[in-house]
């Protein structure tokens, strides 16, 4: 499932599409996606303005003239289209529609962005702009990890006595906002902390925060990661999985200069955890 830097990247995608711009007809082909769409989402998206285009952890919210949210998730194999305007060097004509094109936007000056999403675990709902922060999905997420609240001081304070392993504690979207498991088992490589260590047995835990950064803000510059149906919206992969330390290299060599181990992997709740079982501990 996409993760904060893949929603982040489709999101600059889509900014020079929407951001400003009027939806001059919105097509829904079908009544439900992961759950029921809002009623009568077409006449309500049909003639607004998008005022800005924001990501609140692995959500896309658009925010309309009408004081509504448009709230966008992905899932598993949703994908977020651009065509009729320039991307890049590029100029990217309208595909023929498809047959799980679910939701179609045709933008002013001739944009269109077509939700696309062949096992349709993505949702988009409709919600009041002045509440959005309320509504059941974000209520409790915790903050953004490169947002000015996620820093070192909040980390160790939320991480000091929990008997959960760190890699658990790091993917719970209560304590940090967008995390998932591929960018978990990076920022443990990096930090040299096996993923099934106690999280309040780290001493400095609060070390973590410039880690994940890091590892964020390379995979956002890559595209995020394409390992089965993300793209990007030009269409195109993503390409942090060529970066890839120990995410999906069980059994081979640890890239740490001098070290002679493997790459191990080992399930935790339900998750595979890939680490080096020397360099980590």
């Avoid at 988009?124 to 947002?147: K, N, S, V, Y």
């Avoid at 309040?200 to 956002?220: C, D, Q, T, Y």
Wanted: one cysteine or more.
């Amino acid at each position: 499932m996409p993760e904060l830097p893949e929603v982040e990247t489709v999101r600059r995608g889509l900014l020079p599409a929407m951001e400003g711009r009027v939806i001059e007809r919105a097509e829904v082909n079908r009544p439900d996606l992961r759950w029921p769409l809002p009623v009568n989402m077409a006449e309500r998206l049909t003639g607004k303005r998008v005022l800005a285009l924001r990501r609140r952890s692995k959500y896309l919210l658009a925010d309309l003239s009408s004081g509504e949210t448009l709230l966008i998730h992905l899932g598993m194999s949703g994908r977020m289209l651009v065509s009729g305007i320039t991307l890049g060097q590029f100029f990217h004509d309208h595909p023929a529609p498809e047959k799980h094109d679910h939701v179609v936007l045709h933008l002013s000056d001739g944009a269109r962005v077509t939700f696309n999403d062949a096992r349709r675990f993505g949702a988009m709902d409709l919600l009041l702009t002045a509440t959005a922060e309320d509504h059941p999905l974000l209520a409790e997420i915790g903050p953004e990890p490169l947002g000015n609240t996620f820093d070192e001081p909040y980390l160790a304070a939320r991480l000091q006595g929990r008997n959960t392993p760190i890699k658990s504690a790091l993917l719970d979207q209560h304590l940090v906002a967008g995390l998932g498991n591929i960018y978990v088992c990076e920022t443990l490589y990096r930090a040299r902390i096996a993923p099934t260590r106690r999280a309040g047995s780290i001493e400095n835990s609060g070390a973590l925060v410039p880690i994940i950064r890091e590892v964020l803000a390379e995979a956002i510059e890559a595209g995020g990661s394409s390992l089965k149906d993300y793209r990007r919206t030009d269409g195109e992969l993503g390409y942090f999985q060529k970066a890839f330390a120990v995410y999906g290299r069980e059994g081979q060599p640890c890239l740490t200069p001098g070290c002679t181990a493997t790459i191990a992997r080992i399930v935790q709740s339900g998750r595979s955890s890939f680490f080096c079982p020397t360099c980590q501990s």
